[in-house]
Nanobody
Framework: QVQLVESGGGLVQAGGSLRLSCTAF????????MGWHRQAPGKQRELVAT???????EYADSVKGRFTISRDNLKNTWYLQMNRLKPEDTAVYYC???????????????WGKGTQVTVSS
């Protein structure tokens, strides 16, 4: 029905940058909020950033001023630009979307499989 695929993770030194991408595939009627979460080893999943269908972003305090979330509605794609990366940003990053598909017509929170971001000291 709906599948999310993220990419763009990798290994980078502290102070570097990465841009993550997420694309939704399938029978999508609409996507409301889009977002990014991350989970570091031994820690709980953490909200990183969200963006509404109107383009209003929100960020976790730990990434404000460094990360930027954006969306391309025509492509059903959203991005997380990560600048001035720190070792504490090391985690698996997951994209998610609140979407309605033509199959169910219910609001459903869909998740990608994750992409690894590793920031070395």
């Amino acid at each position: 029905q709906v599948q999310l695929v993220e990419s763009g993770g990798g290994l980078v030194q502290a102070g570097g940058s990465l841009r993550l991408s997420c694309t939704a595939f399938g029978s999508i009627i609409s996507i409301n909020a889009m977002g990014w979460h991350r989970q570091a080893p031994g820690k709980q999943r953490e909200l990183v950033a969200t963006i509404t269908d109107g383009g209003i972003p929100e960020y976790a305090d730990s990434v404000k001023g460094r990360f930027t979330i954006s969306r391309d509605n025509l492509k059903n794609t959203w991005y997380l630009q990560m600048n001035r990366l720190k070792p504490e940003d090391t985690a698996v990053y997951y994209c998610n979307a609140d979407a309605i598909s033509s199959a169910s017509y219910y609001h459903t929170d869909y998740w990608g499989k994750g992409t690894q971001v590793t920031v070395s000291s």
